[in-house]
């Protein structure tokens, strides 16, 4: 078994790399991603789902970090 790909909330729009985009569009396409999230973050908080506290969303960000080292390591 192989990890191809992880993608979640923190994935980038990957099109915005093509090199017949400017850094402008990409940008552009950066902040689209940002609100389609925020949409779809209170979209689901008026399902009843919760946000997340600070302390939360730190400790998420220092698993991740954690994974992307374990992951980059196995690729080594």
Same mark, same amino acid.
């Given at each position: 078994? &192989? %990890?191809?790909? %992880? ?6 729009? +990957?099109?915005?790399? =093509?090199?017949?985009? &400017? *850094?402008?569009?990409? $940008?552009?396409?950066? @902040? /689209?991603? $940002?609100?389609? *999230? !925020?949409? %779809? &973050? /209170?979209?689901?908080?008026?399902? !009843?789902?919760?946000? *997340? +506290? $600070? #302390?939360?969303? @730190?400790?998420?960000? /220092?698993? =991740?970090? =954690? $994974? &992307? !080292? #374990? *992951?980059?390591?196995? +690729?080594?």
């Amino acid at each position: 078994m &192989s %990890i191809i790909e %992880i993608n979640g909330a923190g994935s980038e729009p +990957t099109h915005m790399y =093509d090199p017949r985009h &400017s *850094l402008f569009f990409a $940008w552009k396409e950066i @902040v /689209r991603h $940002w609100f389609i *999230l !925020g949409k %779809i &973050s /209170r979209m689901n908080h008026r399902k !009843g789902h919760p946000y *997340l +506290t $600070w #302390k939360e969303g @730190v400790q998420m960000f /220092r698993e =991740d970090k =954690d $994974w &992307s !080292g #374990k *992951l980059a390591a196995m +690729t080594k």
